[in-house]
C-alpha cells in the first residue's frame, strides 16, 4: 500500500515489518512520532522508559533475550545514553538491535546543534541515514539484517527535515525474526578479561563492514549528464536539496551508510568526478575522512557548520541566480513561542519573577517562562541540570543565595534525571528549594504519559509514582504541594520554604489545559467601565489578553477562562459569564 | 508537471495541520509526488508555524526557500507579511484577515502593523484576503478556519470540487464532516 508519511511514521513502519517487538524510549522532538506510531501496532510490546539510557538498556535486554528491538530518541537524548552504547558495541547483539537517534540541526526545539555521526564514529557502531520516508522504512529492515550478520547494534540517524516531511512510502507485510538465547559469558560479561578479548572484534567488524559500505546498494552513484565537471557526495536530507538544484544533471554520490565510510568507491568516484564538494549539515565527517584515505574535497569552507541547508544555501553556494522576491518596508514583529492560555505554570512563574527569585530551569515547555514579560529564567542547559545546579550554586553561594535562589523541573524531566539531583540535595544537605512543576504530562513534545501520570504509551493504566512519597523517602522533610492558580497560596509557599533551613520541594500541581479531560471554562471579558488600563494585567503574560483603545480586551478564541487574571486587577475589571 | 508550492502559515495552535493533512491526502490520490514538511516541538507553542506543501511529477526538496512559493495561505494576517519574501514573482496570498497580537504586541514592545496588506498589494502581490473566522462560525465551529481557507484555495486549482469533498471526508471525524464541508463551502463561494 502507498501512503503519505512522515519520516518518523514510516521509520516505524519499517521496524514493525523487520519483525521489532519491544522499543523503549524516551521522547524528545524530532524522534517521538517513531515511537507513538509503533504503539499503534497491536502484536508488539512498546513503552516510555524515564529516560535514554533506561530505554537503551532496555532494548539491549529484548536483544538479549532474542527478540529484535529498538530505541528511540533525539540528539542530546543520545547524551544520556552513551554509557551503555559503547559497551553494546563490545557485546554485540543476539537479535538484532536499532538505534533511532534524530538530530534537529537549526535547533528548531532542541538547546544544541550536535551531530550525532560522532557517536557512530566514537563507539564504533554502524549508522544509516536515510533521506526520505521510504529509505527510513527500507533502511530498517537493512539495518536489522547488518545488526545481525555483524553483530552490531546498528544506528540510524534521521534529522527534523526526514523525520517530519511526509512522502509516498510503500508499505509490506512483517516478518517476525527470533534468536535463541544461550548463555555466553564471554560476550556478554563486559568485565576487563572478556572486554579485552571482545575489543579486537570490534576493530574486526568495522573492517568488515567498511567492506559492505564498498558494494551495499545503500551508497549508490548517480553518473549525471556530464554537463558539470565536477561530483557532490552527500546524505540525508542534503541529497534532496542537491537534487532539487541539479536534477539528474550532477555527478553524486548518495551516502546511505555514514559510519563506517567506504574508502574505494569514494577514490573512485572522486577519479572520475574530478572536483568533488561533500555536502552536509553540521560537522564535516564525511569530508575529514575523505581527507584521511587522501581524496582532495571542497566541503566546509563553502558550507556552513551551523543551522539547516536548503537548496538555496546549494545554489548560492555554486553562484546560480537567485529567485526575484519581494520585500516589505514594515518590519514584522517576531512571534516566539510562549506558554498557552492557562498554563498553570504561568502563576508559579509570575510569582518567583515578582519576588525577584533566582530561578535554575530545565527542559520543557517552562522553559518559556525565560520570555518577556516574566523573564523569570537564570539558567537552562539540560534535562535534569536545574536541580544538581541548584545544589551546586547554593554550595559556593551559602547563605547568600539559598533564601532566594529555586529550581524549576517538570514532572517527566524529574522522573528522567531530576530525581539523582535531589538525592544529592538530600545526601549532601544543601539548603535548596526545589520546585516540581507537576502538570501531569510530558508537554512540550507533545503529551506522552510518563511514570507520574499512571498511564502507559497506550493510555492503559500503569504504575503510578507518587511524587511527594518519592520526596520524603530520598530524605527531603519539606514536601508542600501548592495549586499554580492561587498565586497568593504561591507566594505564601514559596517563601515560607525559601526561608526554612533545610531542603525542600514545592509540588506546583495543575494538569497541562490541553490534555483532553481538562475542560476549559467560558472565556472571561472585561468589563470597559472598569478597566482603566493600568496594565497590570499585561505583565502576566497571558496571550488571550491584549490592549486595545485604551483598555485591556481577552481574545474569546483563545481564553480558556482559567481566571487567574482577574485576582491580579485592581478594579474587578474581569468579569465571567452571565456577570 | 513542474512542482507547484504551496506554503500554509499561520500561529502554532490554530489547526494548519489538518489543512496539510487535507491536501496531502488530495494530491496523491491525484497521483502526484508529494513532500509535506513541517516542524513539530516548540514552535507550536504559540509561535510563528510553516508548512510546506509540494506536488508535482518529482518533488525533492521539502522546503520551500525565497522566491518559490506559488501559494501562501494565511491563517493570521501579519504571518501572510512574514513569509512574503518565500512567494515566487506573480504568486498569491490568500489570507485570513484574523489578527491574533505577538508577545511583543501584547506587551507594548512592538506595534501591530495594521495596513501590512495594502502595503503588500501597493507592491503588487496578488493578495485574496477572506474574513475565514466569521465564514467558521457560520458554517458551526470557528475551529474551521483552515478549511474555509482551503475552500478559497480550491477556486485556483483545476481538480474537481467533489474530489476535495472526498478528501474532506477521509480526513476529518465523521462527527465534523458536515462542518467542514459547510466551511469549505463558504471558503469556496465568498
Not at chain 1, 577514490?267 to 575523505?290: N, Q
Not at chain 1, 510562549?338 to 502563576?347: D, I
Not at chain 2, 501590512?116 to 478556519?145: N, P, R, T, Y
Not at chain 2, 481538480?159 to 469556496?188: D, H, R
Request: overall charge negative; hydrophobic content about 35%.
Amino acid at each position: 500500500m502507498k501512503e503519505l508519511m512522515i519520516g518518523n511514521a514510516a521509520l516505524a513502519r519499517g521496524l514493525y515489518e523487520a519483525g521489532c517487538s519491544v522499543i523503549s524510549s524516551y521522547p524528545g522532538t524530532p524522534s517521538t512520532e517513531i515511537t507513538e506510531e509503533f504503539a499503534k501496532f497491536n502484536d508488539t510490546y512498546c513503552e516510555w522508559a524515564p529516560n535514554e539510557k533506561v530505554a537503551m538498556e532496555t532494548a539491549f535486554g529484548a536483544s538479549l533475550r532474542g527478540k529484535r528491538s529498538a530505541c528511540c530518541m533525539k540528539h542530546v537524548g543520545l547524551n544520556v545514553a552513551a554509557d551503555p552504547l559503547f559497551t553494546m558495541s563490545y557485546t554485540g547483539v543476539n537479535a538484532g538491535m536499532v538505534i533511532c537517534v534524530a538530530d534537529d540541526p537549526g535547533m528548531h526545539s532542541s538547546q544544541n546543534e550536535q551531530d550525532s555521526r560522532h557517536y557512530a564514529v566514537a563507539a564504533k557502531v554502524p549508522m544509516l541515514e536515510p533521506s526520505d520516508s521510504q529509505e527510513a522504512l527500507d533502511f530498517a529492515k537493512v539495518a536489522y539484517e547488518i545488526s545481525e550478520t555483524f553483530d552490531t547494534p546498528v544506528f540510524i540517524k534521521m534529522c527534523t527535515r526526514v523525520a517530519h516531511s511526509q512522502s509516498i512510502t510503500q508499505t509490506g507485510e512483517r516478518t517476525l525474526v527470533t534468536k535463541e538465547y544461550v548463555k555466553n559469558p564471554k560476550k556478554y560479561i563486559m568485565a576487563p578479561a572478556n572486554a579485552i578479548a571482545r575489543h579486537p572484534f570490534v576493530e574486526e567488524r568495522t573492517a568488515k563492514l567498511t567492506e559492505y559500505a564498498e558494494t551495499s546498494p545503500l551508497n549508490r552513484v548517480e553518473e549525471g549528464t556530464g554537463e558539470y565537471d565536477f561530483g557532490i557526495i552527500t546524505s540525508s536530507t542534503s541529497y534532496q536539496y542537491v537534487k532539487e538544484v541539479f536534477g539528474d544533471k550532477a555527478a553524486v554520490l548518495k551516502l546511505g551508510i555514514v559510519n563506517p565510510l567506504p574508502v574505494n568507491l569514494i577514490k573512485d568516484f572522486a577519479r572520475k568526478a574530478g572536483k568533488v564538494y561533500v555536502i552536509e549539515e553540521l560537522d564535516p565527517i564525511i569530508e575529514t575522512h575523505c581527507k584521511n584515505i587522501g581524496v582532495n574535497v571542497i566541503g566546509k569552507e563553502k558550507f556552513s557548520m551551523m543551522g539547516e541547508f536548503s537548496q538555496k544555501t546549494i545554489a548560492k553556494a555554486f553562484g546560480l541566480e537567485e529567485k526575484e522576491s519581494v520585500c516589505l518596508d514594515t518590519a514584522i514583529p517576531v512571534r516566539p513561542p510562549m506558554m498557552c492560555s492557562g498554563c498553570p505554570h504561568r502563576g508559579m512563574y509570575y510569582v518567583l519573577a515578582k519576588n525577584k527569585i533566582t530561578v535554575l530551569g530545565d527542559i520543557g515547555c517552562y522553559t518559556l517562562g525565560s520570555m518577556p514579560p516574566l523573564n523569570a529564567l537564570d539558567m537552562t542547559l539540560c534535562m535534569g541540570a536545574s536541580v544538581s545546579g541548584l545544589h551546586g550554586y547554593n554550595k559556593a553561594g551559602g547563605e547568600e543565595t539559598e533564601n532566594k535562589t529555586v529550581c524549576v523541573i517538570g514532572d517527566s524531566t524529574f522522573m528522567h534525571s531530576g530525581v539523582t539531583g535531589l538525592i544529592n540535595i538530600a545526601y549532601n544537605q544543601s539548603n535548596s528549594t526545589v520546585i516540581i512543576l507537576d502538570n501531569s504530562i510530558t508537554g512540550m513534545t507533545g503529551h506522552q504519559q510518563n511514570p507520574t501520570t499512571g498511564y502507559n504509551i497506550k493510555g492503559d493504566p500503569a504504575g503510578k509514582v507518587n511524587l511527594e512519597s518519592l520526596c520524603h523517602s530520598v530524605g527531603i522533610h519539606s514536601v508542600r504541594v501548592v495549586d499554580p492558580y492561587d498565586l497568593e497560596e504561591c507566594e505564601r509557599v514559596v517563601k515560607e520554604e525559601l526561608a526554612k533551613n533545610e531542603p525542600s520541594v514545592i509540588i506546583s500541581r495543575r494538569p497541562c489545559v490541553l490534555l483532553k479531560y481538562v475542560k476549559p471554562k467560558k472565556p472571561l471579558h472585561i468589563n470597559p467601565d472598569k478597566c482603566r488600563g493600568c496594565k497590570r494585567c499585561m505583565k502576566f503574560g497571558c496571550p488571550s489578553i491584549s490592549f486595545r483603545d485604551k483598555h485591556a480586551v481577552i481574545d474569546n478564541t483563545l481564553c480558556i477562562g482559567c481566571g487567574v487574571c482577574a485576582s491580579l486587577c485592581p478594579f474587578d475589571a474581569f468579569e465571567s459569564e452571565g456577570e | 508537471m513542474a512542482t507547484k508550492n504551496i506554503m500554509i502559515v499561520g500561529v502554532g495552535g490554530q489547526g494548519s495541520l489538518l489543512a496539510s493533512k487535507l491536501l496531502g491526502r488530495l494530491l496523491v490520490d491525484e497521483g502526484f509526488d508529494v513532500k509535506v514538511s513541517e516542524v513539530h516541538g516548540m514552535s507550536q507553542r504559540g509561535g510563528s508555524v510553516v508548512t510546506y506543501v509540494k506536488f508535482g511529477d518529482k518533488a525533492y526538496s521539502p522546503i520551500i526557500e525565497e522566491g518559490e512559493a506559488d501559494f501562501i495561505v494565511s491563517f493570521e494576517k501579519i504571518e501572510a507579511a512574514r513569509y512574503i519574501k518565500n512567494l515566487r514573482k506573480g504568486g498569491t496570498v490568500i489570507v485570513n484577515t484574523q489578527q491574533i497580537d505577538p508577545m511583543p504586541v501584547i506587551i507594548g514592545n512592538a506595534e501591530y502593523p495594521a495596513d501590512i496588506l495594502d502595503e503588500m498589494k501597493a507592491k503588487g502581490v496578488h493578495v485574496d484576503d477572506i474574513d475565514a473566522l466569521s465564514l467558521a462560525s457560520q458554517a458551526g465551529s470557528a475551529k474551521a478556519c483552515n478549511i474555509v481557507l482551503m475552500g478559497r484555495l480550491a477556486k485556483y486549482f483545476d481538480i474537481p470540487y467533489e474530489k476535495w469533498e472526498s478528501a474532506i471526508e477521509k480526513c476529518v471525524k465523521p462527527n465534523f464532516i458536515a462542518i467542514n464541508k459547510k466551511a469549505f463551502e463558504l471558503g469556496y463561494h465568498n
